[in-house]
């Protein structure tokens, strides 16, 4: 039999709009300690670490050498993923069936706020020959699938709007969310035209933080922690980065990197058999179209759901309970860090008042982001 591996321990600083009065190192720091606290170790303990870093966006390159420090991870096995948090979350889950050891951490921040000219360099991921010398906006890249996500699955604006009113929202119960706030739609539909159909409002605004993640396998997890909870499946995929060839209207990324970890946990029948998700919404219609890419929803079904209710926290599938992207803030690679985070304190009943009733089974999703079609999930039981 397959060993099983649980996350143990996890640490967070929350999520605010800026954070002048700490650094990168602090945030992490303040994360690493937390989540050892919780899972009742030291540092020593650990025998692998795995950190989320993106050089481009921390300023300086090889970021990674500043990561042992505040991990307490000098002279331990240590690499960065530059991609999501779930990416690094499943090299530490596979590091510790490799055999390297019993205890993993994985790893991930934003400092956003530290970044003057965040659209130039999201820009710049773009391809260099026929992308990038257009000098459009990334936003103009979401606006241009938004547009064709609605015309193919009939969505409308207003329901693109109502994912937006909710996670706002449910983010005023969170005590992480740093962009709560109480609304309508029209107060979304109404909001600024940044690139038509895309608002204002339809845009996740940036957030700092740090998480920090304890993975052990079955014997030392249940040796060590009451409450732990199981990674059941775990998939990620990384479909065309091309803008001349990728689909514009689904998330191709979404659907096979769900069914990678559905078919590890073996899921069938996911809007059954998963009580609740947290999945990326860095603009307001990507909840949806993940919601139908991941099959919790039909093609053309997540509007009309979300429209009736069917995704609040006392809806039939709850979708973003803690406030998601719009409501906590877009942390770039740290993202999946947070769906992670707040499927666990789900998953343990320590959501407050956000708290799901009688959930054993959640989702976490990410994406990487404009212009990439890369997105990851992983599936978390208690």
Not at 113 to 120: A, F, G, P, R, Y
Not at 183 to 202: A, F, K, R
Request: charged share 20%; proline share 5%; aromatic share 8%.
């Amino acid at each position: 039999m397959a060993k099983r591996v649980a996350i143990i321990g996890i640490g967070t600083t929350g999520f605010r709009a800026t954070t002048p009065d700490v650094s990168y190192r602090e945030l992490t720091y303040e994360a690493a300690m937390k989540a050892y606290l919780d899972a009742g170790i030291e540092p020593k303990d650990v025998d692998s670490f795995v950190a989320t870093s993106e050089d481009f966006f921390e300023g300086y390159s090889i970021a990674d050498e500043y990561s042992p420090d505040q991990l307490g991870a000098v002279l331990k096995p240590i690499y960065t993923v530059p991609g999501d948090f779930i990416h690094s979350l499943a090299s530490a889950y596979m590091m510790i069936l490799s055999g390297i050891g019993p205890i993993s951490v994985a790893q991930g921040m934003s400092k956003a706020s530290n970044m003057l000219t965040l659209s130039e360099m999201v820009t710049f991921a773009m391809d260099p020959i026929y992308n990038r010398p257009l000098r459009e906006s990334p936003h103009a890249v979401a606006a241009l699938e938004m547009a064709r996500f609605m015309y193919e699955t009939g969505t409308t604006r207003e329901q693109c709007a109502r994912v937006v009113v909710k996670n706002k929202r449910n983010a005023l119960n969170n005590p992480y969310a740093g962009h709560s706030v109480l609304i309508d739609t029209d107060y979304v539909l109404n909001s600024e035209v940044v690139s038509y159909p895309l608002t204002q409002m339809d845009i996740s605004p940036h957030s700092d933080g740090a998480v920090v993640v304890v993975l052990a396998e079955e014997e030392t997890a249940k040796a060590l922690c009451d409450k732990p909870i199981w990674i059941r499946g775990i998939g990620w995929c990384s479909d065309t980065p091309g803008l001349e060839t990728r689909n514009w209207a689904e998330a191709i990324y979404a659907q096979y990197a769900a069914e990678m970890a559905y078919k590890m946990a073996g899921i069938r029948y996911p809007r059954k058999e998963i009580d609740f998700a947290e999945i990326n919404d860095e603009f307001s219609y990507k909840e949806l179209q993940h919601l139908e890419a991941m099959r919790i929803c039909k093609r053309g079904e997540a509007g009309p759901l979300t429209e009736i209710g069917g995704t609040e926290i006392n809806g039939e599938f709850p979708v973003n309970a803690s406030g998601g992207c719009l409501g906590v803030g877009n942390l770039y690679e740290l993202n999946g860090g947070h769906k992670v985070l707040e499927v666990v304190r789900q998953l343990r009943g320590e959501a407050g008042k956000n708290q799901l009733k009688n959930v054993t089974t959640g989702l976490a999703q990410s994406w990487r982001g404009i212009p990439t079609t890369t997105g990851t999930v992983v599936i978390l039981s208690n």
